[in-house]
């Protein structure tokens, strides 16, 4: 994007636009540019404005979302070309301050948006169990009499995959309530900044235990697994899908080292 008087030229083409075929509004971030060069923040990071425009003048692509799992999403590529957008619909997300709503708005955008990413991961295993159980009762391996569920191994794994997902719902809610209870307590930055870190590791262990859970029932279900009709071969893709996301990646588990050894965090995602 490049400054004009009263706002900015917008051009570009972006991925995984997540919901963008059924919205009326899209979300872009963009990195702000000044006279053809790229303008950065103090820390030296690229300054980066989210714009907001109507669906209408984006163009997407819907043939770009071929992919192995959350096909469902329609996270297709979009563009925005040669298109002036208003400084009122342009901010910067860690800076803008609440303009509505409760205090969860007062919050950084990724502790804001974590409840989604927690959601999926936790729906997929929770899925992905009762799927197993329910098929563990019935079926038998191949040169077995016994069913799956009455193999001791078996109900070993399941207790502990059970305990997997029980101890990330867990770790979600508790991520989610103290920024919550900081941000109604009035708490200083920093304190947010810290928790802000901390909700992004729980979103990234969250989703590691939970596609172990997944992957777990999937083996599990054997070769009857393997079909596009098997609820647990839909789960296996999804959440896999998932733990490629940008807020779940291995940087999350590294920001969270640096600020419990009081290092500035040196990345954005």
Not at 75 to 97: H, L, N, R, V, W
Not at 129 to 157: P, W, Y
Request: glycine share 8%.
């Amino acid at each position: 994007m490049e400054r004009e008087d009263g706002g900015y030229r917008v051009n570009g083409r972006w991925k995984f636009g997540s919901g963008i075929l059924h919205s009326q509004w899209v979300l872009a971030n963009t990195v702000v540019h000044h006279d053809g060069k790229p303008e950065t923040t103090a820390e030296g990071f690229p300054r980066i404005l989210t714009v907001a425009l109507p669906q209408h003048l984006v163009t997407t692509y819907p043939e770009t979302w071929d992919v192995e799992g959350l096909r469902g999403s329609g996270s297709c590529d979009y563009s925005i070309d040669d298109t002036f957008i208003s400084e009122k619909f342009c901010f910067s997300a860690p800076e803008t301050g609440r303009q509505r709503g409760g205090d969860w708005y007062s919050l950084p955008v990724r502790t804001l948006v974590a409840p989604s990413h927690h959601g999926a991961a936790l729906g997929l295993a929770r899925r992905a169990l009762e799927e197993i159980t329910a098929l563990a009762v019935d079926r038998t391996r191949m040169f077995t009499t016994s069913t799956i569920a009455q193999r001791g191994a078996f109900q070993r794994d399941l207790g502990r995959a059970d305990a997997q997902y029980r101890s990330a719902r867990l770790l979600a809610f508790d991520a989610l309530r103290a920024p919550l209870a900081a941000a109604v307590e009035g708490a200083p930055a920093a304190t947010i900044s810290v928790l802000d870190v901390q909700s992004r590791l729980a979103c990234a262990y969250v989703t590691d235990l939970a596609a172990e859970v997944v992957t777990f029932a999937y083996r599990a279900g054997g070769g009857s697994s393997l079909y596009t009709s098997s609820k647990l071969e839909r789960c296996f893709r999804d959440i896999h899908a998932a733990t490629q996301h940008g807020m779940v990646s291995d940087s999350a588990y590294e920001q969270a080292g640096q600020v419990r050894l009081g290092i500035r965090p040196t990345s954005l995602l």
